[in-house]
């Protein structure tokens, strides 16, 4: 009898166990007090994937951090309208990636969520995401087109860097955070220069009035020769200009003229003699 009951025993804490989660074709996943979180997906998955609104009866509310990392093969992907969030590192790595759907629930998206996915070509940041997380969308090189909607209110650092086929970033005109001019992304009081598309070329010019230039707000802005900062800005974040190769002269206020700097900001090759003052006018 007690090798009996000691049976029972196990069976049942291994059917508890059992209980926090499982596999359901190319998906692993856990179940808690929220809902489903989708945990995992084989390498090997291929083609187009729908992520099903619930799973042994409880909604999956969440997309986990690392979940898609490196699954090459998927082509598309349907996030159901039960999911709020998506994690860190999502789809990091989802490199034949051209299409996914990311429904109105979702109020959040993790950083680096869909950094190196190189054939996104568009993707709808849907009213009702509050935050786009640091790198989001770092490195999404087939990129064309982004817009921010009216919800968001907080862009991390670099989420659109290296998305050297977006020439420019559009915002809704009801966003109480950020506008855009120009395709170029500011604070709502045009005081604050956060983000400029990787793929804008040519010469560029800060609006007159800006004080302050955001952490890598043009990294990696290889298509920019000449930028012009009027005498307005006071400051100007770290490593700015890092990966701007194709710069060949920036205007910008004499408090930015040392070597450290040049450094700082990510213009070692141009100093000394690409630097130079901007026109009096421009205050």
């Not at 979940?67 to 159901?80: D, E, H, K, V, Y």
């Not at 940041?125 to 990129?143: D, K, Q, Y």
């Not at 206020?253 to 130079?276: C, K, N, V, Y």
Request: some cysteine; aromatic content about 8%; glycine content about 12%.
């Amino acid at each position: 009898m007690p090798v009996f009951k000691l049976f029972w025993l196990l069976l049942c804490v291994l059917i508890l166990e059992g209980c926090g989660g499982g596999r359901q074709g190319v998906l692993s996943y856990e179940i808690g007090d929220a809902g489903v979180t989708i945990t995992d997906c084989e390498g090997s998955a291929e083609g187009e994937l729908v992520i099903p609104n619930e799973i042994e009866g409880s909604p999956v509310t969440s997309i986990g951090d690392n979940a898609f990392w490196g699954c090459g093969g998927l082509t598309s992907i349907t996030i159901p309208d039960s999911v709020t969030s998506i994690g860190e590192v999502a789809f990091w790595n989802c490199s034949s990636l051209t299409s996914i759907i990311i429904p109105e629930t979702v109020t959040r998206i993790g950083g680096m969520a869909f950094c190196r996915c190189y054939s996104l070509t568009s993707i709808t940041i849907p009213e009702g995401v509050t935050s786009i997380g640091r790198g989001a969308f770092f490195s999404c090189s087939s990129l064309s087109s982004i817009t921010i909607p009216d919800s968001v209110t907080s862009i991390g650092e670099s989420a659109f860097s290296r998305c050297t086929s977006l020439t420019e970033i559009s915002v809704t005109p009801g966003n109480a955070s950020y506008k855009s001019i120009d395709g170029v992304v500011f604070s709502k009081d045009d005081k604050d220069l956060l983000v400029c598309p990787a793929g804008k070329s040519g010469y560029y010019t800060v609006p007159k009035g800006v004080t302050k230039i955001g952490n890598y707000a043009f990294y990696t802005c290889n298509n920019l020769t000449s930028i012009t900062i009027p005498e307005s800005v006071t400051s100007i974040g770290d490593l700015v200009f890092l990966g701007c190769d194709g710069l060949t002269s920036i205007n910008i206020p004499q408090t930015f003229h040392s070597e450290d700097e040049a450094s700082r900001l990510g213009l070692d090759g141009l100093w000394p003699d690409g630097f130079a003052l901007p026109d009096s006018s421009s205050k």
